[in-house]
């Protein structure tokens, strides 16, 4: 069973694969030889998630799921949001990560939550899966595993951050596991 995964990321495509392994294998952009960079110009996880579903549809013909995700913190009104990737300006988890802890300097509300909102299509039919989990920001960051905010992002009932834990910990409980396993139920009803 091969699954098409409409991204660029590899540390979604590692987490994404240890989920579905040893049923789907995964294939992403850079393995179906897709080199264009997907625009996301929607307002919403959904919009942007499906604009990448859709693109790979339109253009290689085939099924697939894409992710959008990001990190929404309470006392920026919700930012970083869609714009997670992108935060300080340009890509880059170091700088994004250090923009985020600057504008959250001196704030004592440190509630956060992680997002993603996974667009699949399937014999063109449109479907999405949410998964969302809650945690508090550190002020520093701590630990090398993961990418993006992970180093400071402490899920609640841990005194761990993500980039701490090992991706098969991360995977138990992760915004991304818990829209994975949606995905992945829905998958197997059909067979
Ligand atoms: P694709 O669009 O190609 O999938 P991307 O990195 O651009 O890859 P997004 O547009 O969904 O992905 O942006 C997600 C950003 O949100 C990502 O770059 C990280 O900064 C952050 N993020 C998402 N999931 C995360 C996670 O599990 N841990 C840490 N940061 C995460």
């Known amino acids: 069973n091969r699954l098409v995964f409409a991204t660029n990321n590899q540390h979604k495509t590692s987490e994404v694969r240890e989920l579905l392994k040893p049923n789907y294998q995964v294939l992403n952009l850079t393995d179906i030889g897709c080199e264009y960079d997907i625009p996301e110009t929607g307002d919403t996880f959904a919009e942007n998630a ?6 790979v549809v339109e253009n290689f013909h085939i099924d697939c799921f894409a992710d959008d995700s990001g990190l929404e913190v309470e006392a920026l009104n919700n930012e970083p949001g869609i714009y997670s990737a992108r935060y300080s300006g ?8 250090k923009f ?24 063109g039919e449109s479907y999405f899966f949410e998964g969302v989990i809650a945690g508090k920001l550190r002020t520093e960051p701590s630990g090398e595993k993961g990418f993006g905010y992970d180093p400071i ?7 761990i951050t993500f980039a701490e834990m090992e991706m098969a910990e991360k995977n138990q409980i992760s ?4 829209a994975m396993r949606k995905l992945i139920a829905f998958l197997q009803q059909g067979t």
């Open 153 to 159: 992002f402490e899920p609640n009932g841990y005194n």
């Open 90 to 97: 340009k890509r880059g988890d170091a700088e994004n990560l």
């Open 50 to 55: 499906a604009l990448k579903s859709i693109y």
């Open 100 to 123: 985020l802890l600057q504008k959250m300097d001196g704030v004592e509300n440190r509630n956060a939550r992680f997002k993603t909102v996974i667009s699949l299509i399937k014999n």
């Open 175 to 178: 915004h991304r596991a818990l």
